[in-house]
């Protein structure tokens, strides 16, 4: 009964080559958010969807791009993966946001190794 | 934006008794204020929440309180067992932001 879906749950990629995380959900969430979490850290929000409405956070870094292409899917691109993005990233969405916020559901994460 | 400080980041307790872990948050439009368990290698899940309109808010063994004048919450386990060991983060969504900003978290360690 997962909700939040996220595929592959390991993916290794090499320095420089691009690599996509994929998120599906079934709750039928208005937003979806990319978070990455390094080890022994909190989550970092990369970016989020509202719809179709596309907001990246202004320390995201250019490497870092997102698609939704419909209500159900998200994916991550990492363009060049550097060593340091190597880390578990974390899908999560939420019916709403701002004052109208919703709890977040997170997937049970993407760990990326880059060798 | 929003910044929120977490202490301690890590706390040992023995079985039975409570811990409590702080949070204080810089934007006082701030009105949401979530935590999350995170075991190892799994995702993290809520536990409980609470709005800014409320002062506390309970969930059997888990309870969370909110000072806005003086911008912290903490969360309170009491009774606590083995499985409560975990990572937990405390976060905050700042007003008119759309994503929330997390703790660093605490590692609760729950001594037999």
């Known amino acids: 009964d997962a909700m939040v879906i996220q595929n592959p749950r390991y993916q290794v990629t090499q320095f420089g080559k691009p690599v996509t995380l994929s998120c599906s959900q079934t709750l039928n969430h208005n937003v979806m958010y990319w978070y990455q979490q390094k080890s022994s850290q909190a989550p970092k929000l990369l970016f989020h969807y509202y719809d179709k409405d596309f907001n990246n956070e202004a320390d995201t870094p250019d490497n870092f791009q997102s698609r939704r292409p419909n209500t159900s899917f998200c994916f991550l691109d990492i363009r060049s993966p550097g060593l340091g993005d190597a880390a578990m990233y974390l899908c999560?969405?939420?019916?709403?946001?701002?004052?109208?916020?919703?709890?977040?559901?997170f997937g049970n994460g993407t760990r990326l190794t880059v060798t | 934006g929003e910044n929120v400080e977490q202490h301690p980041s890590t706390l040992s307790v023995q079985e039975g008794d409570s811990a409590v872990i702080k949070c204080t948050y810089s934007?006082?439009?701030?009105?949401?204020f979530p935590w999350y368990k995170q075991e190892l290698g799994k995702r993290p899940q809520l536990i409980i929440d609470i709005r800014s309109n409320v002062g506390e808010k309970k969930d059997q063994r888990i309870a969370v309180t909110l000072n806005k004048t003086a911008k912290h919450f903490s969360l309170h386990i009491t009774e606590t067992q083995p499985e409560d060991s975990a990572v937990y983060f405390c976060?905050?969504?700042?007003?008119?932001?759309?994503?929330?900003?997390f703790g660093k978290g605490t590692h609760l360690i729950i001594q037999p």
């Open positions: 999560a969405t939420s019916r709403d946001t701002g004052t109208a916020y919703s709890p977040l559901h």
């Open positions: 976060a905050g969504i700042g007003g008119g932001a759309d994503g929330l900003t």
């Open positions: 934007d006082s439009a701030s009105n949401y």
